[in-house]
């Protein structure tokens, strides 16, 4: 039957993808619903006007992040070294700050001091008190104070004044650190792929045939005895022995559960909220910017922001630009044009007037993502701790979880993803190796 499988997998991202296809590799049934259009999820790619391949979603794999560069790998894909000089350049008000300035130093303290504390021990206090409120109450000047909470922002995305300073401390030590997550050489931000992270989820695809039903939005997850069954918003039924679910818990509010969940996953899913991040891609003939200053900024100006250089060592230029947090929800009401406007002229005092001119333009806001409801993750409201990371992902019955924000490694990232999909693929594998056993002990 078309509507049946021994596994159901809900959501076409990169985790439920790499589940599904390493099911399919063993020989199990495995069937992949996903209520968008198109597959990929958070992963989003696009080519520009000038033949060159970009990322909307996720697109670095970070240093040490091996299971994402196997995939890219077995794809065919080519990686390449961020291009970076090592700093970026701190702009406020058109000037650039000096990382000798007692602002960037102080903030810089901070960030050790926080290093220290997420790896030692992180007071049980500090789920009350939200970051944009630790950073107003402890950082003295303001240049410190706008460099911390859009470094929070562009690695987090979280909204400041509701994600708790306990909940990013505690997250630092499964992302191996602060100086990884900033850090573009050698850090979170390592390298690019030349022909976009979309390879990856393509094959995935690819091997798949037949397996996936886009345009599937689940409104009701009943178990009953061996069997599960889910409900579409169009009112088709499907039937599956097991079912993977990789939606991440802000956004299993809308479906309902027979029976229902326990009250700690209710309020798992009732105590997060996704991240809030816009992504925008400049597109040049040249990477001009590096015969200057380079193309990695700290923009501290309201809407904060960061920029890097993710053009590819043969070219055309790309300038990536992350908005992330509570600035980035200045940005929803702005035309199209002004956005753009408002993000380039800042950089033209360093780079040039050129920069206001690129030859293509691409733009996302992820919180507007009616499927996927912003990025790059899940996380826990200020003064709750359902949702720290990893997040639960324990077998319910004959539903088991997946998705970045469960990762035991680099939750949030792509590496994350694909770590739950392999993590939960071993699980059903084996439970439904467990269940042919005792069946054949019975006979």
């Known amino acids: 039957m078309a509507n049946h499988a021994q596994v159901i997998v809900i959501g076409a991202g990169l985790s439920g993808l790499t589940a599904a296809s390493e099911l399919h590799r063993q020989g199990?049934?495995?069937?992949?619903?996903?209520?968008?259009?198109?597959?990929?999820?958070?992963?989003?790619?696009?080519?520009?006007k000038l033949g060159s391949h970009l990322d909307l979603g996720g697109q670095w794999i970070g240093h040490g992040h091996h299971r994402i560069a196997a995939l890219v790998d077995k794809a065919g894909g080519t990686t390449y070294p961020t291009f970076s000089r090592g700093l970026p350049t701190i702009v406020?008000?058109?000037?650039?700050?000096?990382?000798?300035?007692?602002?960037?130093?102080l903030a810089s303290v901070y960030l050790v001091l926080l290093e220290l504390v997420s790896r030692m021990y992180v007071p049980q206090s500090w789920i009350a008190v939200s970051v944009?409120?630790?950073?107003?109450?402890?950082?003295?000047?303001?240049?410190?104070?706008?460099?911390?909470?859009?470094?929070?922002?562009?690695?987090?995305?979280?909204?400041?004044?509701?994600?708790?300073?306990?909940?990013f401390a505690r997250s630092i030590p499964l992302s191996g650190g602060l100086s990884t997550m900033l850090g573009t050489q050698g850090g979170a931000q390592d390298s690019l792929v030349v022909?976009?992270?979309?390879?990856?989820?393509?094959?995935?695809?690819?091997?798949?045939?037949?397996?996936?039903?886009?345009?599937?939005?689940?409104?009701?997850?009943?178990?009953?005895?061996?069997?599960?069954?889910?409900?579409?918003?169009?009112?088709?039924?499907?039937?599956?022995?097991?079912v993977i679910i990789t939606i991440p818990p802000p956004m299993l509010k809308g479906i309902t559960f027979d029976p229902p969940l326990s009250s700690d996953r209710i309020a798992l899913h009732e105590n997060t909220r996704m991240?809030?991040?816009y992504k925008a891609l400049a597109i040049f003939e040249h990477h001009f910017w590096r015969d200057g200053p380079g193309g990695e900024f700290l923009i501290l100006d309201d809407p904060a922001c960061g920029v890097f250089d993710s053009s590819?060592?043969?070219?055309?230029?790309?300038?990536?630009?992350?908005?992330?947090?509570?600035?980035?929800?200045?940005?929803?009401?702005?035309?199209?044009?002004?956005?753009?406007?408002?993000?380039l002229s800042r950089l033209a005092p360093h780079l040039g007037h050129q920069v206001l001119n690129p030859v293509d333009w691409h733009e996302k806001a992820w919180h507007l993502d009616e499927f996927c409801g912003?990025?790059?993750?899940?996380?826990?409201?200020?003064?709750?701790?359902?949702?720290?990371?990893?997040?639960?992902?324990?077998?319910?019955?004959?539903?088991?979880?997946?998705?970045?924000?469960?990762?035991?490694?680099?939750p949030g990232y792509l590496e994350g993803a694909v770590q739950s999909g392999e993590r939960v693929a071993c699980e059903v594998a084996r439970a439904l190796r467990g269940e042919h056993a005792g069946s054949q002990e019975k006979m």
Not at 28 to 48: Q, W, Y
Not at 92 to 105: A, D, K, M, N, W
Not at 380 to 397: F, K, R
């Open 28 to 48: 199990i049934d495995v069937l992949v619903l996903e209520a968008a259009p198109n597959i990929g999820g958070r992963v989003n790619s696009a080519t520009t």
């Open 92 to 105: 406020r008000q058109g000037r650039t700050v000096s990382i000798f300035s007692p602002s960037v130093l």
């Open 132 to 167: 944009d409120k630790a950073i107003a109450t402890c950082v003295p000047l303001e240049i410190a104070r706008q460099l911390l909470c859009l470094l929070v922002a562009v690695s987090s995305t979280a909204e400041s004044g509701m994600y708790s300073i306990y909940s």
């Open 195 to 242: 022909e976009s992270m979309g390879i990856t989820t393509s094959m995935l695809a690819n091997e798949l045939p037949g397996k996936i039903l886009t345009d599937k939005h689940i409104t009701s997850v009943s178990q009953h005895s061996d069997e599960v069954t889910l409900r579409t918003a169009s009112g088709e039924h499907f039937h599956a022995s097991k």
């Open 275 to 277: 991240g809030v991040v």
């Open 312 to 343: 590819s060592p043969g070219g055309p230029g790309h300038l990536c630009f992350l908005v992330a947090g509570t600035p980035a929800r200045q940005l929803d009401q702005l035309d199209a044009t002004v956005r753009r406007e408002m993000l």
């Open 374 to 410: 912003g990025g790059y993750l899940g996380y826990p409201l200020v003064g709750t701790s359902e949702g720290l990371l990893p997040m639960p992902h324990a077998p319910i019955g004959n539903l088991h979880w997946a998705g970045t924000e469960t990762a035991q490694e680099h």
